[in-house]
């Protein structure tokens, strides 16, 4: 496991952004099989957000090393940040659930790291802490409701309740 505190800031970005790149393929992937078309919305949302933390997180290595090569590891460290993995036996539920536990830990990961940098990166870093956390909380948000409606993947709210 790696130590936050430790680990160099070019290895922990390289991390940061090879959990971004997974993000999105799971929520184009999770899109791709959803048939509620806000949810299909929603997911579809957040991988284009997952897509600019990835060239942010690009341009802010740039920023910071702009002498080195960046290396974008071929995996995460999951017990920094968990990866979302869709199975043929996944439902709504544990992906959703997986997702939200990505969503928290990006967003404690970005706050614990923005304590290690200063000015315009720092700031850089607070912000996609906060935007992980508002994504933690939509995510939330459609995890209630699959648990409250079991076909709530394959239809509209409107569709469910009537």
């Known amino acids: 496991m790696l130590n936050l505190a430790r680990t160099s800031l070019k290895t922990l970005l390289g991390l940061a952004i090879r959990a971004e790149i997974n993000s999105q393929k799971a929520y184009r992937q999770l899109q791709r099989h959803l048939k509620n078309p806000l949810l299909q919305e929603k997911v579809g949302l957040l991988a284009l957000e997952e897509k600019k933390h990835e060239k942010a997180l690009k341009n802010l290595f740039k ?14 460290e999951e ?4 990866s ?12 959703l659930e997986q997702a939200l536990l990505f969503e ?7 706050a ?13 870093l607070q912000y996609l802490s906060r935007v992980e956390k508002s994504h933690a909380l939509m995510i939330g948000s459609e995890y209630a ?3 409250q409606y079991e076909d709530y993947a394959e239809k509209g709210i409107d569709k469910v309740i009537t």
């Not at 920023?63 to 995460?76: C, N, Q, R, V, Y």
């Not at 017990?79 to 968990?82: D, K, M, Y």
């Open 112 to 124: 614990r790291l923005s304590r290690r940098v200063k000015g315009d990166k720092k700031r850089l």
């Open 145 to 147: 409701l699959a648990l």
């Open 84 to 95: 979302i993995i869709i199975k043929p036996s996944s439902t709504l539920v544990d992906l």
């Open 104 to 110: 928290k830990a990006a967003s404690s990961f970005y």
């Open 63 to 76: 920023a910071s090393f702009p002498h080195d090569e960046l290396i974008i590891p071929d995996k995460t």
């Open 79 to 82: 017990s920094l940040l968990p």
